[in-house]
C-alpha cells in the first residue's frame, strides 16, 4: 500500500484546511485509515481513524468536534477536515493504513510521507 498525503499549508487560527490522502492498492478500500501528527520535539500523536467503510471514527479529544476524518472509496481517498485551527495544531501530518479497525488502538503497519501544516497566531 502507497499513500500520498497532500493539502498542507499556512493558515491563520480559525481557519480550515482539507487534507487529502490517496492510496495505491487493491485493498485500500477494505483497510482502516489513520491521520497522525508530529510537532517539533514531540512524539507522533493519533489524530483520527476510520473504519474500511466511514461508518466508524475515532479521534484524539484535542481534535474532537473540530476535526472530520472521511473516505471516498471510489476514489480510493480519504480526508482530514480541519476546522477551527489552532497554532497547537501546528504539525507535520501523515496519513496511515491499517487492517482491522479498532479505533485508537488501530494497527496501522503502512505510512506516507508527511504534509506540513502551519497554523499563525
Known amino acids: 500500500v502507497q499513500l500520498q498525503a497532500s493539502g498542507g499549508g499556512l493558515v491563520q487560527a480559525g481557519g480550515s484546511l482539507r487534507l487529502s490522502c490517496a492510496g495505491s492498492?487493491?485493498?485500500?478500500?477494505?483497510?482502516?485509515m489513520g491521520w497522525f501528527r508530529q510537532s517539533p520535539g514531540k512524539e507522533r500523536e493519533f489524530v483520527a481513524a476510520?473504519?474500511?467503510?466511514?461508518?466508524?471514527?475515532s479521534y484524539a479529544d484535542s481534535v474532537k468536534g473540530r476535526f472530520t476524518i472521511s473516505r471516498d472509496n471510489a476514489k480510493n481517498t480519504v480526508y482530514l477536515q480541519m476546522n477551527s485551527l489552532k497554532p497547537e495544531d501546528t504539525a507535520v501530518y501523515y496519513c496511515?493504513?491499517?487492517?482491522?479497525?479498532?479505533?485508537?488502538?488501530?494497527?496501522?503497519?503502512?505510512w506516507g510521507q508527511g504534509t506540513q501544516v502551519t497554523v499563525s497566531s
Open positions: 496511515a493504513a491499517g487492517a482491522d479497525y479498532v479505533g485508537r488502538s488501530t494497527r496501522f503497519p503502512y
Open positions: 492498492g487493491r485493498t485500500f478500500s477494505s483497510r482502516a
Open positions: 476510520i473504519n474500511w467503510t466511514g461508518s466508524s471514527t
